[in-house]
T-cell receptor, first 113, second 116 residues
Framework: EAGVAQSPRYKIIEKRQSVAFWCNPI?????LYWYQQILGQGPKLLIQ????????DSQLPKDRFSAERLKGVDSTLKIQPAKLEDSAVYLC???????????FGPGTRLTVL | AQSVTQPDIHITVSEGASLELRCNYS??????LFWYVQSPGQGLQLLLK??????LVQGIKGFEAEFKRSQSSFNLRKPSVHWSDAAEYFC??????????????FGKGTLLTVNP
């Protein structure tokens, strides 16, 4: 069974530029999560989708971050414009609906200069 | 709201020694508890989980964890550490009302160094 796929693996941008990350979850997983992991900290949930609907985006900085999951499968997370403090690893995870194990992708390491 | 505390930021052990990583959680109901491991440049890999039943759970790579409700703890153990166990370990609590808003809250992690 294929795992959660993410791309790109690494990205370096200048502040005020925009960037997008892509995630393809495990087939059949209805729930998709985006996390931000700053160096030295645990992952922090940014947004949670159930199929193509948003369940929780309370921690998403909506003035600069956006995410979509239009067909209920893959998802895109965008940052526009980026700030220095956005430097982090962005992790995507997926699970079956409800209290089930979340499976994580390899992450995208973003560096904002 | 739920929270997780991992009191040890960094632990160093010798190869072959036993290991215990501490995790304390705060949640009003019975939690779902997880331990994940993250190697450098990698995503998180599930080691083990507790949903219900036997409070001593076995995981992959020889790890086990014990849920102690009275202490709000879910400590991770391994009897003999291998050099390949060097990584960062995250404890997480899963909670939510109903099926669709279930989510994980992570601790800050414990970095494990293994000396030869």
């Amino acid at each position: 069974e294929a795992g959660v796929a993410q791309s790109p693996r690494y990205k370096i941008i200048e502040k005020r530029q925009s960037v997008a990350f892509w995630c393809n979850p495990i087939s059949g997983h209805a729930t998709l999560y985006w996390y931000q992991q700053i160096l030295g900290q645990g992952p922090k949930l940014l947004i949670q989708f159930q199929n193509n609907g948003v369940v929780d985006d309370s921690q998403l900085p909506k003035d600069r971050f956006s995410a979509e999951r239009l067909k209920g499968v893959d998802s895109t997370l965008k940052i526009q414009p980026a700030k220095l403090e956005d430097s982090a690893v962005y992790l995507c995870a997926s699970s079956l609906r409800g209290p089930n194990t979340q499976y994580f992708g390899p992450g995208t390491r973003l560096t904002v200069l | 709201a739920q929270s997780v505390t991992q009191p040890d930021i960094h632990i160093t052990v010798s190869e072959g020694a036993s290991l215990e990583l501490r995790c304390n959680y705060s949640y009003g109901a019975t939690p779902y508890l997880f331990w994940y491991v993250q190697s450098p440049g990698q995503g998180l890999q599930l080691l083990l989980k507790y949903f219900s039943g036997d409070t001593l759970v076995q995981g992959i790579k020889g790890f086990e964890a014990e849920f102690k409700r009275s202490q709000s703890s879910f400590n991770l153990r391994k009897p003999s550490v291998h050099w390949s166990d060097a990584a960062e370990y995250f404890c997480a609590v899963g909670a939510g009302s109903g099926g669709s808003n279930y989510k994980l809250t992570f601790g800050k992690g414990t970095l494990l160094t293994v000396n030869p």
